[in-house]
């Protein structure tokens, strides 16, 4: 199982994912173009020490993540046709990002296996894309027993 960050816009975010990442032995995947400088300090503030840790692979464009894929694309997004609680994973799954500020063009939508949706209240648009993520991997890992030991 993968991370994969659609042309990540907020540092902060990006660091505390791949933070996330190096602490359960998962490898992310970042799509270019970035918001920021990758040396961006807030992103290596968020990912402490930690971004040493994880195996990272950058991809100049999204059809260059497209040629380098070997998984399912589980793309998480609020207009998702799946519910994050009844999706059955698999090993190989990318689990798949948007923009914070804009989540992902149609094309991206369009090329995605899967597109699920975090149930939430009533009235409220989203969760922050650090935490969405952590939601789906723990549920992933869970179902195919993958967390570290």
């Not at 990540?8 to 998962?26: E, F, W």
């Amino acid at each position: 199982m993968r991370l994969a960050l659609y042309e990540p816009d907020i540092p902060q975010n990006t660091g505390a994912i791949l933070r996330l990442a190096a602490c359960l032995g998962v490898a992310v995947d970042l799509i270019e173009p970035f918001g920021f400088p990758f040396d961006d300090r807030r992103m290596r503030r968020a990912g402490m020490d930690y971004l040493d840790q994880v195996e990272i692979r950058r991809h100049p464009s999204w059809p260059a993540f497209l040629a380098a894929r070997t998984g399912r694309i589980v793309l998480l997004t609020t207009q998702g046709d799946r519910t994050l609680p009844g999706f059955g994973f698999e090993p190989a799954d990318i689990l798949l990002l948007g923009r914070e500020s804009a989540g992902v063009p149609p094309a991206v939508h369009e090329a995605a296996d899967m597109r699920l949706r975090i149930p939430m209240r009533p009235g409220l648009r989203s969760l922050n894309i650090a935490l969405a993520a952590t939601l789906a991997l723990g549920e992933g890992l869970r179902q195919i027993n993958a967390w570290p030991e």
